[in-house]
């Protein structure tokens, strides 16, 4: 499983991918957590807000910055 974090930069990207680090650890997985800067990039996944979260290719969220337990259950489900 890989999660990316997509996002500029900025404060809200920064806390987003903590969060991620922290439920991949929580979980004793090995997941591995990437960080997309780069607008085109987050551009092609049809992100028009971030943060954003992406497990495996697939958005599972935009716009808001998701706690460690809603990261959580989002990797639980995936």
């Known amino acids: 499983m890989i999660i990316k974090i997509l996002g500029t930069g900025c404060k809200s990207c920064k806390m987003l991918?903590?969060?991620?680090?922290e439920a991949v650890?929580?979980?004793g997985s090995d997941t591995?957590?990437?960080k997309v800067e780069k607008i085109e990039d987050i551009m092609a996944y049809g992100v028009m807000a971030?943060?954003?979260?992406?497990?495996d290719e697939?958005?599972?969220s935009m716009g808001r910055i998701l706690s460690s337990e809603e990261i959580k259950k989002i990797l639980a489900n995936s």
């Open 58 to 60: 697939v958005v599972k």
């Open 32 to 34: 591995k957590v990437l």
């Open 17 to 21: 991918e903590a969060n991620a680090v």
């Open 50 to 55: 971030t943060p954003a979260l992406v497990v």
């Open 25 to 27: 650890k929580q979980m």
